[in-house]
């Protein structure tokens, strides 16, 4: 808040001193400076946010877990169980739905390797394709679905990029970057999954 200026009209109609002028220039000098400075707190919170988007580091554990899993893709299913749509409309079309279900259970070597970014890592999900697919039989078939990728359009979108991307063309790794890069920022993720292998492609 502006200092009331007292006094007459004749001392309050000098203004502010030319020394007064060069001290105030010299303040937003040194400022700006440090906000440009390398290695500054700007660039360390940026550096944090872009760690952050790509989750905490795997345990050994998951890491198995999602090998296992990815090793079952691509896969094709004669028929599917009942997609348990309930009696309310999802977040995205069904269509969108569907086909963001059945890429889960076809490309687990895809969606093993790509994380959400909704906090489904606490009803212990490792990666997307725990977001639809919850259990498979032995020769890779899906016998139930997970109920969590209908109501949320997180997991729906970043199935939906994975999909297009590989769709077009794209490597396992280079899906993995674009969805870290395009959800990270908005959402950053906890979900400890693993990054596909260096020679792991799309098939």
């Not at 906000?35 to 919170?45: L, N, R």
């Not at 109501?151 to 674009?178: E, K, L, P, W, Y």
């Not at 990270?184 to 799309?202: F, I």
Request: aromatic share 6%.
């Amino acid at each position: 808040m502006a200092k009331k200026v007292t006094g007459s009209k004749h001392s309050g109609s000098r203004g502010v001193s030319p020394a007064a002028i060069i001290g105030i220039v010299v303040v937003v000098a040194a400022v700006g400076g440090l906000m440009f400075w390398p290695g500054s707190s700007t660039d360390s919170a940026t550096t944090a946010t872009a760690e952050k988007a790509g989750g905490p580091e795997p345990s050994a554990e998951i890491v198995a877990s999602t090998q296992a899993k990815a090793a079952f893709g691509p896969h094709s299913q004669a028929t599917y169980p009942p997609i348990p749509f309930q009696g309310y409309a999802p977040p995205r079309s069904e269509e969108v739905v569907r086909a963001a279900y059945q890429f889960a259970a076809e490309h687990p070597e895809i969606t093993s390797y790509v994380p959400c970014f909704c906090g489904c890592e606490r009803a212990g999900h490792e990666g997307n394709t725990d977001c639809f697919v919850k259990s498979r039989a032995a020769n890779g078939d899906v016998t139930e679905w997970d109920e969590h990728g209908l109501d949320c359009a997180v997991c729906i979108d970043v199935a939906t990029v994975a999909r297009q991307m590989h769709t077009s063309g794209a490597s396992v790794r280079d899906i993995r970057a674009a969805v870290d890069k395009q959800f990270g920022g908005v959402y950053p993720s906890n979900m400890p999954t693993p990054h596909p292998p260096a020679a792991h492609t799309a098939h």
